[in-house]
């Protein structure tokens, strides 16, 4: 069974460019939630989606957005870049969400914005 | 909202026992997870507690009392792969809260 597949695996851009990740979740999950990861900070909510719906998000900006497919498939998309959006975004898909427990995380999309 | 603490990086010999300690508040409790993170590399679960107690699987237990808002992790038999990052985090209770809060991680560096 494939694991969480998040691409690009690596990218840079500069300050004032718009960024678009995808996220391909495991078969059959249908909960996908994204995290940003920062040395300083850690893993930081984002938001998740569920059967396309935005359920629940994390204290982040307008300029982070995101959606879901009707496959499960995630994307997310952070407009006008700022240097301190540089970090590792790891999505993590489970099957329904809610009480479940276990996340089952990709090997994350690092940013680095110049 | 919810708080959670660990140390930052903790180190030990292979083949010793280190302990991992988790502190947390929170508004409502529906759980707590443990995650190890190698550099570079997804987080893996590997614990889950809910209720008070040990969990023991294989080398690795984790603990936890809700009273006392306290969680560890236990490592026994260290080796060298042991070497990573261990993400406490804890599931709230109702409505949005049910997703997990990460703390900051303990990086645990195991010497020959």
């Known amino acids: 069974k494939a694991g969480v597949t998040q691409t690009p695996r690596y990218l840079i851009k500069t300050r004032g460019q718009q960024v678009t990740l995808s996220c391909s979740p495991i078969?059959?999950?249908?909960?996908v939630s994204w995290y940003q990861q920062t040395p300083g900070q850690g893993l930081q909510f984002l938001f998740e989606?569920?059967?396309?719906?935005?359920?629940n998000k994390g204290n982040f900006p307008g300029r982070f957005s995101g959606r879901q497919f009707s496959n499960s498939r995630s994307e997310m998309n952070v407009s006008t870049l700022e240097l301190g959006d540089s970090a590792l975004y790891l999505c993590?898909?489970?099957?329904?969400?809610?009480?479940?427990?276990?996340?089952?995380f990709g090997e994350g999309s690092r940013l680095t914005v110049l | 909202g919810q708080n959670i603490d660990q140390p930052t990086e903790m180190t030990a010999t292979e083949g010793a026992i280190v302990q991992i300690n988790c502190t947390y508040q929170?508004?409502?409790?529906?759980?707590l997870f443990w995650y190890q993170q190698h550099a570079g590399e997804a987080p893996t679960f590997l614990s889950y507690?809910?209720?008070?107690g040990l969990e023991e699987k294989g080398r690795f237990s984790s603990f936890l009392s809700r009273s006392k808002g306290y969680s560890y992790l236990l490592l026994k038999e260290l080796q060298m792969k042991d070497s990573a990052s261990y993400l406490c985090?804890?599931?709230?209770?109702?409505?949005?809260?049910?997703?997990?809060?990460f703390g900051r991680g303990t990086s645990l560096i195991v010497h020959p």
């Open positions: 929170t508004s409502g409790f529906n759980g």
């Open positions: 989606y569920f059967s396309e719906t935005q359920r």
């Open positions: 507690n809910v209720l008070d």
């Open positions: 993590a898909s489970s099957p329904r969400g809610g009480d479940t427990g276990e996340l089952f």
């Open positions: 985090a804890v599931r709230g209770a109702g409505g949005g809260s049910y997703i997990p809060t």
């Open positions: 078969s059959g999950h249908r909960s």
